[in-house]
Protein backbone atom coordinates (compact mmCIF):
# COMPACT_ATOMS: atom_id res chain seq x y z
CA UNK A 1 0.00 0.00 0.00
CA UNK A 2 1.32 3.50 -1.25
CA UNK A 3 0.67 6.43 0.90
CA UNK A 4 1.17 9.84 -0.70
CA UNK A 5 1.31 12.84 1.03
CA UNK A 6 1.74 16.28 -0.12
CA UNK A 7 4.82 18.46 -0.21
CA UNK A 8 2.61 20.89 2.63
CA UNK A 9 2.24 18.03 4.39
CA UNK A 10 5.61 16.50 4.34
CA UNK A 11 6.79 20.28 5.28
CA UNK A 12 4.42 20.29 8.62
CA UNK A 13 5.66 17.03 9.62
CA UNK A 14 9.21 18.37 9.33
CA UNK A 15 8.85 21.66 11.14
CA UNK A 16 6.92 20.33 14.09
CA UNK A 17 9.23 17.44 14.35
CA UNK A 18 12.42 20.38 14.56
CA UNK A 19 9.90 21.78 17.29
CA UNK A 20 9.38 18.95 19.26
CA UNK A 21 13.46 18.43 19.30
CA UNK A 22 14.60 21.84 19.96
CA UNK A 23 11.94 22.39 23.01
CA UNK A 24 13.35 19.22 24.47
CA UNK A 25 17.14 20.45 24.10
CA UNK A 26 16.23 23.17 25.79
CA UNK A 27 14.35 21.58 28.64
CA UNK A 28 17.56 19.81 28.99
CA UNK A 29 19.72 22.40 28.67
CA UNK A 30 22.52 23.89 31.75
CA UNK A 31 20.50 27.46 31.89
CA UNK A 32 18.65 29.22 34.67
CA UNK A 33 14.96 28.68 34.49
CA UNK A 34 14.42 32.31 33.70
CA UNK A 35 16.47 31.50 30.45
CA UNK A 36 14.57 28.41 29.19
CA UNK A 37 10.93 30.17 29.78
CA UNK A 38 12.27 32.78 27.80
CA UNK A 39 13.54 31.01 24.92
CA UNK A 40 10.26 28.17 24.85
CA UNK A 41 8.44 31.40 24.80
CA UNK A 42 10.63 32.70 21.61
CA UNK A 43 10.84 30.25 19.72
CA UNK A 44 11.22 30.37 15.79
CA UNK A 45 10.83 28.03 12.75
CA UNK A 46 14.90 27.75 12.85
CA UNK A 47 15.69 28.19 16.68
CA UNK A 48 18.23 25.80 17.55
CA UNK A 49 19.82 24.62 21.28
CA UNK A 50 23.07 23.41 21.02
CA UNK A 51 26.25 23.33 23.64
CA UNK A 52 24.60 26.02 26.40
CA UNK A 53 23.33 28.39 23.56
CA UNK A 54 20.37 28.94 22.40
CA UNK A 55 19.87 30.96 18.86
CA UNK A 56 17.45 32.53 16.30
CA UNK A 57 14.76 33.37 19.45
CA UNK A 58 12.58 36.58 18.66
CA UNK A 59 13.08 39.93 20.06
CA UNK A 60 12.59 40.52 23.96
CA UNK A 61 9.66 42.75 24.51
CA UNK A 62 12.21 45.24 26.37
CA UNK A 63 14.72 45.31 23.48
CA UNK A 64 11.90 45.96 21.05
CA UNK A 65 10.17 49.04 23.42
CA UNK A 66 14.41 50.16 23.06
CA UNK A 67 14.93 49.52 19.68
CA UNK A 68 11.44 51.22 18.81
CA UNK A 69 12.35 54.40 20.99
CA UNK A 70 15.86 55.34 19.94
CA UNK A 71 14.65 54.16 16.14
CA UNK A 72 17.58 51.71 15.68
CA UNK A 73 17.56 48.87 13.27
CA UNK A 74 16.25 45.37 14.46
CA UNK A 75 18.09 43.43 11.11
CA UNK A 76 19.23 40.57 14.16
CA UNK A 77 18.02 37.42 16.05
CA UNK A 78 18.38 37.06 19.86
CA UNK A 79 20.00 34.05 22.10
CA UNK A 80 20.92 33.06 25.47
CA UNK A 81 23.63 31.11 27.01
CA UNK A 82 24.65 30.72 30.51
CA UNK A 83 25.43 34.59 30.96
CA UNK A 84 22.60 36.14 29.95
CA UNK A 85 21.05 37.45 26.27
CA UNK A 86 22.62 38.04 23.72
CA UNK A 87 21.99 39.86 19.79
CA UNK A 88 23.37 38.23 16.93
CA UNK A 89 23.43 37.59 13.23
CA UNK A 90 24.74 34.89 10.88
CA UNK A 91 28.29 36.66 11.13
CA UNK A 92 28.68 37.93 14.50
CA UNK A 93 26.65 37.39 18.09
CA UNK A 94 27.21 40.82 20.97
CA UNK A 95 28.14 39.91 24.95
CA UNK A 96 25.67 37.94 26.75
CA UNK A 97 23.90 40.97 29.07
CA UNK A 98 21.48 40.25 32.76
CA UNK A 99 18.52 41.65 30.92
CA UNK A 100 17.76 42.31 27.09
CA UNK A 101 17.35 46.06 28.09
CA UNK A 102 21.18 46.58 28.73
CA UNK A 103 22.12 45.59 25.38
CA UNK A 104 23.65 48.50 23.89
CA UNK A 105 22.59 51.00 21.05
CA UNK A 106 26.52 50.47 20.14
CA UNK A 107 26.02 46.90 19.83
CA UNK A 108 22.49 46.80 18.24
CA UNK A 109 23.95 49.21 15.35
CA UNK A 110 27.41 46.87 15.14
CA UNK A 111 25.59 43.84 14.65
CA UNK A 112 22.38 44.67 12.63
CA UNK A 113 25.11 46.02 10.16
CA UNK A 114 26.60 42.67 9.84
CA UNK A 115 23.72 41.14 8.70
Known sequence: MKILITENQLHYIIENKNKID?????????LP??????ALDH???YTKAKNGRITGLSLHTELNKKIQEK?????????VD???????????RSKSYPTPG????????????TG
Open 33 to 38: KEYKEF
Open 102 to 113: KISVKDIRFIDS
Open 82 to 92: KNGYYIHTHRA
Open 71 to 79: NLPNGFDMG
Open 43 to 45: LKS
Open 22 to 30: VKKSIKYAR
